[in-house]
């Protein structure tokens, strides 16, 4: 009943707004259409603001999205097929496509992506960002497109600031006839974690806690221990090291939010604001010393692919919701939001009937991969992770253990559960075209040690 009345109100909240956007009072000028800001953030985890449960994390700008719109707590990317986690990401999200589907980062149709669609329906579209692992073909579809080299610890420093300038100038040069597209994607908070001296003043290593999930080493081969990101960090990890990186990432995120802020404030008094989209992602998790891990290159839920998801403005109502999402969503909702039509082949969801207040399963569970050694998935509650290299399972409850510490897969009680979920992943893997077994004839050993002298 009580669920009955909430679905009734959402529905009244639903034709309120749809009464107060689109229907123009006779002889008013129909409403113009929405603009669209994306931010997206790199390796921005998905507790990556205070608003989404952070505590320590000082983001009062970016906060007011999650306070005014509808924030997605299970949203993801789907997998990667290479260390550069960010690269089929981004290829996902431009394209609309699942992980095995997605073309190289220089090949594909411009007029299928993202930018040209939004073209195509009279947005002026424009783009400032990383060049690397960014998919090419992608950004150069951006009417402008302005790549920034922030390689280095002190270009890095002042990237927020340089990209919020870059959109700044775009705002006021903008031609005012077109709604705009505009996707910011700094190298932020991805390492080198330098940001201004203002933002690292703020978080002394000494008082960040750790993750409950905080281990010095990982307890087996996952198949990718000593990648790149791996080697940010000494085996074993250490409390101090490991508090000193979410010091300096936690600084990263608030240059970011500081600067975002420049930009919604620019909106406001333009008299933009109330009629603009706006979309706060991370292409990919990260883990920060959970599990004894420093990348993206794992399955855990504070690992590589859980991101962060958060999008308000006109027609979205305030809300939270735990519906299974991934980035490849947004292709097909922006292209709604600007009135495009979406391309055949499209696997993404259009997320608008969550964003007006339905309450709609999108999916029955999130399946995520990485190269050819982890496989996941998750529904509701469970979550199975299989490492097919060393023939070993995980299960986990995440209602009772969110941050994945106790795994069930070995106790015999939970052996149907196991099953439940390995058929879940099969299925999956039919779905979205992957043939990758399961488990190996000639298993490598579970065992690893850290290279010596690192
Ligand atoms: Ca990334």
Not at 40 to 69: I, K, S
Not at 152 to 162: D, I, T, V
Not at 192 to 200: C, K, L, N, T, Y
Not at 240 to 259: S, V
């Amino acid at each position: 009943m009580e669920r009955e009345m909430m679905k009734t109100s959402k529905r009244w909240m639903v034709l309120a707004t749809l009464i107060g956007l689109f229907v123009p009072a006779a002889g008013a000028a129909p409403a113009p259409r929405l603009n669209i800001l994306h931010i997206h953030a790199d390796d921005h985890r998905p507790d990556g603001l205070r608003a989404l449960g952070n505590p320590v994390l000082q983001t009062p700008n970016l906060d007011t999205l999650v306070e005014r719109g509808m924030t997605f707590t299970r949203a993801y990317t789907m997998g990667s097929m290479v260390g550069a986690v960010c690269l089929p990401s981004r290829t996902m999200m431009l394209t609309g496509k699942s992980w095995l589907r997605i073309p190289g980062a220089r090949e594909g149709d411009p007029e299928r992506t993202q930018p040209r669609l939004l073209a195509a329906a009279g947005y002026e579209t424009f783009h400032v960002g990383k060049g690397g692992n960014e998919y090419t073909v992608g950004i150069e579809a951006f009417e402008h497109n302005i790549v920034m080299d922030d390689r280095g610890r002190e270009r890095r420093a002042g990237s927020s600031r340089r990209h919020a300038d870059a959109v700044l100038k775009f705002l006021g040069e903008r031609d005012r006839d077109r709604p705009f597209y505009i996707y910011m994607a700094p190298p932020v908070p991805h390492d080198p974690r330098s940001a201004e001296p203002q933002f690292h003043a703020l978080y002394d290593p000494k008082e960040i806690p750790l993750s409950p999930a905080f281990m010095p080493l990982h307890p087996f081969d996952n198949g990718e221990m000593t990648v790149r990101d791996e080697k940010l960090a000494p085996w074993p990890r250490t409390p101090e090291d490991t508090r000193r990186q979410l010091a300096d990432y936690y600084a990263c995120i608030t240059g970011l939010d500081y600067h975002a802020g420049r930009i919604f404030e620019a909106l406001r008094k333009s008299g933009e604001w109330e009629n603009t989209l706006v979309i706060f992602t991370g292409d990919n998790g990260l883990s920060l010393g959970e599990h004894g891990l420093f990348g993206k290159q794992n399955l855990y839920e504070f690992g590589g692919m859980h991101v962060p998801c958060v999008i308000a403005g006109p027609g979205v109502v305030h809300g939270r919701s735990e519906a299974f999402v991934y980035l490849m969503d947004l292709y097909p909702t922006l292209c709604e939001a600007a009135g495009a039509p979406v391309p055949d082949g499209c696997e993404g969801r259009s997320l608008w009937p969550i964003l007006r207040g339905g309450d709609i399963t999108i999916r029955e569970t999130i399946y995520t991969a990485y190269k050819d050694c982890q496989r996941a998935v998750r529904d509701d509650r469970w979550k199975l992770i299989v490492y097919p290299k060393i023939n070993y399972t995980q299960l986990f409850d995440l209602f009772e253990d969110p941050h994945e510490l106790n795994n069930l897969a070995e106790d015999p009680a939970f052996a149907g559960h196991v099953e439940v979920m390995k058929h879940k992943l099969i299925e999956a893997q039919r779905l979205y075209g992957d043939d990758c077994p399961l488990s190996s004839a000639n298993p490598a050993p579970m065992a690893w040690t850290p290279p010596a002298g690192q």
